[in-house]
């Protein structure tokens, strides 16, 4: 397995790669090529992919507002997971974040998404239960989920 910074030029099989991971959140909007690309642009050294047997088999989102940061859809192809490929992912933002200067991370989980929830627990991430997530749409957006 080889893992490497996410560029544009992947953005198809990721995305097909996303669909594939129940439990996943998307919108039309930010989770669109042109969404993507722009953020992309903003984060270029924290977003990676997991590739084996040329295809892409993991994939992370991560970027920080220069004080924190954050990742967003971590997801690892059904067929690849139980192998450590999400969890040496997590580890090339964290550095990537650590090379910024970012001392802490944040993430969203959906409380239904045990897996995940597992995963995160077991990478070191604390529930929070002393706060409320908040959060307004300036333009009507689609949801996906998976």
Sequence with gaps: ???RIMTIEDYDEVYNMWLSCTGMGFNNSDDSKEGI???LKRNPTSCFIAIED???VGAVIAGNDGRRGYIYHLAVNPKYRKRGIGTQLVKNVMKSLEELDI???ALLVFKRNEAANAFWEKQGFSLRDDINYRNK???ELVRIDT
């Design 54 to 56: 040329n295809i892409v």
């Design 137 to 139: 749409e300036i333009k």
């Design 37 to 39: 690309d722009k953020f």
């Design 1 to 3: 397995m080889k893992i």
């Design 103 to 105: 001392n802490k991370v």
